[in-house]
């Protein structure tokens, strides 16, 4: 990007216009900080598939991203990365606690993950998101040039589209919940229900994962705002006349191109072949690959395969289950108490079922790069995703974009966005602990031709839907093209 573009808020001309066309917002920006040897910092893009797919849009416009760095209280000017723009937003330690940790992380995630964990409702909390989404749009309205298109991205900026268009009516907002939306009864219990809903209403297209989250959101809009609803259509009434906000589904994919690279390269094969040796070669290896979230079923999971080992269905001989549980939110409560819950429940199984030279359940509280996991889905002969509630769960397309050889078997939460495209998983309801171990065991005995049979329509699906597909689908539809039929009218 030219360097004479843009100075530290990006507003060049004092025509109160920035200088870009296509603007991403989101809470973190894509990009991780690297410490190199001599100490220096770097920036490197960070593995998420939103990054993947925007990256060509930033490239063709001039765009740019707006979003967090990650480290509290320190000031960073704008810079370039990738052909991106990336303009740092600055979060106090204050507000990482009550905005990010607190409103975001303990009222909103858990409320919109169906009450897995109890929300909690602070005063405090709210004035600080106020604020913090405040931050955003104002540097986002710095940013955009006329009339340009903004993409807001999820829960914890859900304020941003109404601020944002109070400030630039001349711009195109859209906005994106990447986790689900509750059903009315559970969001009714939000203190702040009708801001939220407001502030979603500021944007003129807002999508949601799953046909029903569009439709838990328009109920929610008929109940707690005044505006009327035709279909997937709300007509807001202005001082300065109506306007139309649409709700739709647009379900997010993954970069099928990297995995499958990856899951071809000759370094991430004999990887995949290594990682089974130094289990033992057993005859099956199962996979578990989450953050660690109470959303993710991974309490679940364990309860079943210890029973399972308790039952002598499976034995430490012959199979080997990996749990990678990726470090996250270390800070908020609900979390620190889950890692003591899943580490004692791993410590106990192991305790019991290992030998010597076998272990029950290789549990690692690591992240790894794209290429270890690869090489992992390319080991595991069975995955396991048995989230509570997922919005739709990458980790799942991502086992079966990396099956290149057509085979392996994929257990799969009817909770989960992923299962409405995956229809050929064996599905599973996670709480039914019985229901769960006879599933596991489903996928552990399955014969090679049903399991390549399942395993092809599921690839079919999988490599004709990537991500730069959705995102070019809401792109348009935020043009104007209009909302396909299954996109979730409220009236279902
Ligand atoms: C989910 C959310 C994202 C979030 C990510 C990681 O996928 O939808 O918005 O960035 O989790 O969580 P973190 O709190 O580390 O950003």
Known sequence: MAETKANNSGATDGSGYGDYDFIVVSNRLPVDRVTGEGGGNSWRRSPGGLVTALAPVMAKTEGAWIGWHGAADEVLKPFDHDNMRLVPVELSADDVELYYEGFSNATLWP?????????????????????????????????????????????????????????RPDLKIGFFNHIPFPPLEIFAQLPWRRQVIEGLLGADLVGFQRPSDSSNFLRCVRRFSGHTIKSQHVNIRTDDGDRICRAGAFPISIDVDQINQLAKSPEVIERARQIREELGNPKTVLLGVDRLDYTKGIQHRIKAYGELLEDGRVTVEDAALIQVASP??????????????IEGAVGRINGTYDTLSNTAIRYLHHSYPKEEMVALYLAADVMLVTALRDGMNLVAKEYVASRTGVNGALVLSEFAGAADHLKQAILVNPHDIDGLKDAIMRAVEIAPGESTRRMRVMRRQILQNDVEQWSQSFLRALDGETLGKTAGSGNE
């Open 111 to 167: 409320l919109y993950h169906d009450v897995i964990a109890p929300p909690e409702f602070h005063r405090t909390w709210w004035e600080v998101y106020k604020a913090v989404n405040r931050r955003f749009a104002e540097a986002t309205a710095e940013s955009a040039a006329e009339g340009a298109t903004v993409w807001v991205q999820d829960y914890q900026l859900q304020l941003v589209p109404k601020l944002l268009r109070e400030l």
């Open 328 to 341: 996250s939110r270390e800070r908020v409560e609900s979390y620190r108490l889950l890692r003591e819950e």
